[in-house]
């Protein structure tokens, strides 16, 4: 599986829109991008994934470039609740292989 | 729907002790993974159960950790003897496991873990 490269911290203010970069820039045409997230003693939270196209769910949107070497997770309207490690993952297993985690993007949300 | 359940949550214990984690899928999940996360670092995968049968353990250390899915369904991980590197959390998951046509099947729903500090 590819690696991946994201902030190691990024802060947003609430009511706003958190844009968390990731680059992959050694994917391959059969690699997804999955986004994770982890709220401090939970385990991680499947958020969206996609292959080529934008994706949007009731949780976030997710922005794939068109070379597909890096993406953007973003959370329209940011709460406090979204505080967390949020995991971008590249995978050519679909939901069946096992995950292979960064050390993720700690997200702070600032009141 | 009931999601992943791990017991115990948290245990201590002395190093060269034994231990064992238990956990409940998703009812219907064919596949079950096992997970160590150090603090500070991202989930680590140790096994991965398809059904009854391991498919990946490529990063399990064989000569301390074992794991079973006996009946497909539920799956215990063992630890013996524990190591003080072992303090980690332990998590499971399960997917649909069948990769491809259904949206929902690349979900992995992960359990809250169990905390296990070895002193």
């Known amino acids: 599986d590819a690696k991946t490269t994201q902030p190691t911290s990024m802060d947003c203010a609430e009511g706003r829109a958190a844009n968390l970069p990731c680059n992959h820039s050694?994917?391959?045409?059969?690699?997804?991008v999955y986004w994770y997230r982890q709220i401090h003693s939970q385990g991680p939270q499947y958020i969206i994934h996609?292959?080529?196209n934008n994706e949007t769910n009731e949780m976030a949107s997710l922005i794939i470039t068109e070379d597909r070497k890096s993406s953007t997770l973003i959370l329209p309207h940011a709460t406090l609740r979204d505080t967390a490690v949020y995991y971008c993952?590249?995978?050519?297993?679909?939901?069946?292989?096992?995950?292979?985690f960064g050390k993720g993007t700690h997200l702070i949300i600032q009141p | 729907e009931a999601g992943v359940a791990q017991s115990p949550r948290y245990k201590i214990i002395e190093k060269r002790q034994s231990v064992a984690f238990w956990c409940n899928p998703i009812?219907?999940?064919?596949?079950l993974y096992w997970y160590q996360q150090i603090l500070g670092q991202g989930p680590k995968l140790l096994i991965q159960?398809?059904?009854?049968?391991?498919?990946?353990d490529s990063q399990l250390p064989k000569d301390r950790f074992s794991a079973e899915r006996l009946k497909g369904v539920d799956s215990t991980l063992k630890i013996q003897p524990a190591k003080l590197e072992d303090s980690a959390v332990y998590l499971c998951a399960s997917s649909l496991g069948t990769a491809g046509l259904i949206a929902s099947s690349y979900e992995q729903y992960f359990g809250p873990g169990t905390r296990l500090t070895v002193t």
């Open positions: 996609g292959l080529k």
């Open positions: 009812s219907g999940h064919a596949t």
């Open positions: 993952i590249v995978s050519s297993g679909g939901g069946a292989d096992g995950l292979t």
């Open positions: 159960f398809q059904n009854n049968g391991v498919v990946d």
């Open positions: 050694t994917i391959s045409g059969n690699e997804y």
